[in-house]
């Protein structure tokens, strides 16, 4: 069953809907109801995945034996991250091109509702394979009987929260404004063209400072689009400052992806 | 039929409200929190310049923490070591605490104090701690922060 498939239709009546309201106000509860359903199918059909199942049970198995999942220098924030991200490119931009979106809008939904709901399930699988890796680690340190860091551990896991939260919005973002898996190859063409550009202007200081002088703008946007983007997340403890950033960015990402997305038009037919 | 047109029109690409109210109150949380004064250090840091006289009056090494605004790790040390009251004490107490904070991202470029430590201590990543004498000799360096428990003995192996 494909997210499309599950989804309420407001036109006629829901199994067990005995309201008589108009279509309209069918719509807008289909809309609500829609909102879930769309969470547990996006979530659904991630968990079930073989892959996802797989690469989990791996990183599980790493917080089991390393039990350094709170510790500094803890590789289970980029593995996570880049868990996100493999989920993530599939929020949005493949089903402008297999077609799926029209059948989907088609639905009383609205688009917004539907992205927002997109997110959220992906957010939610994510999540939850952070809960497994957090109770992996917690087992592995009963076994070997290292001390058991709680506070340390919860505030491993919220920053990871955060982070992925950012990493969920501007995938939303950049598959809003184009299609198929582009979104995933926009985010890691900034991340890397940040840091690659950083380093051929430091070259380009050393070689012809009069050149770097007059385009000293350049390294000021990049470090600007590194530390707002592609902040890194504190490992173990509460840092304020990086909660509020990677939570406020998001929000403006997935607001700027509804109204990229509410203007959008939807191709009919896959590519 | 028509209702039907009305919900496909007006409500179907409409934005919701409290997303975008929900991003204006956190972003502006984000820009008072930047507003407000972040509390003292427990760690009385020297300037660079007068770290030598002051090594030389109190007869104790200089603790060089070579630092950036954008390392992660480095606000790690800051929290563990630097935020702890009884390691603060004990580096206010058996150190000339000096801060080196590079600026070469941000603006291109180090002032020359900066790059001439970073030059003398070999420095290729953040954080780095150099724990020297009066004179500037290194006597322990720390590259990368790998705990609370590390720092201390880093600390110890100073006569």
């Not at chain 1, 494909?2 to 309209?24: I, K, N, Q, Y």
């Amino acid at each position: 069953m494909t997210v499309g498939e599950s989804l309420p239709d407001a036109r006629h009546p829901l199994p067990g809907d005995r309201s008589e309201s108009s279509s309209s106000g069918n719509g807008h509860r289909a809309s609500g109801n829609a909102f879930l359903v769309v969470i547990a199918e996006t979530w659904r059909r991630n968990v079930v995945n073989v892959a996802f199942i797989v690469y989990v049970v791996l990183i599980g198995l790493i917080a089991v034996g390393s039990g350094s999942f709170s510790g500094s220098g803890s590789a289970m924030q980029p593995l996570l991250v880049l868990l996100t991200l493999i989920i993530g490119c599939r929020i949005i931009g493949p089903e402008f091109s297999s077609g799926t979106l029209q059948l989907i809008l088609a639905k009383p939904i609205n688009r917004s509702t539907y992205l927002l709901s997109r997110v959220a399930g992906t957010l939610v699988s994510v999540w939850t394979a952070l809960l497994f890796v957090a109770v992996c680690n917690l087992i592995g340190r009963a076994i070997s009987d290292r001390p058991l860091r709680v506070e340390t551990l919860l505030l491993t896991m919220l920053n990871i929260m955060a982070d992925t939260l950012l990493v969920v919005a501007l995938l939303a973002l950049f598959g809003s404004l184009t299609r198929s898996y582009l979104n995933v190859a926009i985010y890691v063409v900034l991340l890397v063209g940040c840091n690659a550009g950083q380093g051929v202007f430091g070259m380009l200081r050393m070689a012809r400072p009069a050149i770097a002088k007059t385009l000293s703008f350049i390294p000021k946007i990049l470090v600007f689009i590194d530390d707002n983007l592609f902040a890194g997340a504190p490992i173990d403890h509460f840092d304020r400052d990086f909660l509020l950033l990677a939570a406020s960015n998001a929000l403006i990402a997935l607001a700027a992806a509804c109204f990229a997305f509410r203007r959008r038009e939807v191709p009919y037919g896959a590519d | 039929m028509a209702q039907t047109d009305l919900w496909s029109r007006a409500s179907q690409r409409s934005i919701p409200i409290w997303l975008i109210v929900i991003a204006v109150v956190v972003f502006g949380a984000r820009i008072a929190s930047k507003q407000i004064a972040e509390e003292p250090s427990l760690v009385k840091w020297v300037p660079i310049e007068q770290a030598r006289a002051r090594a030389n009056a109190d007869n104790k090494p200089i603790l060089y923490d070579f630092t950036a605004a954008w390392c992660g790790p480095c606000r790690t040390l800051e929290h563990e070591v630097f935020d702890d009251p009884v390691l603060a004490k004990r580096i206010n107490e058996e150190f000339v605490p000096v801060r080196v904070v590079d600026r070469q991202r941000e603006d291109g470029e180090n002032a020359p104090s900066v790059q001439e430590l970073q030059h003398r201590y070999s420095v290729g990543a953040f954080p780095t701690v150099v724990l020297a004498d009066a004179s500037g000799e290194p006597h322990a360096k720390m590259e990368g922060f790998r705990g609370r428990e590390a720092f201390v003995e880093l600390m110890e192996r100073v006569p």
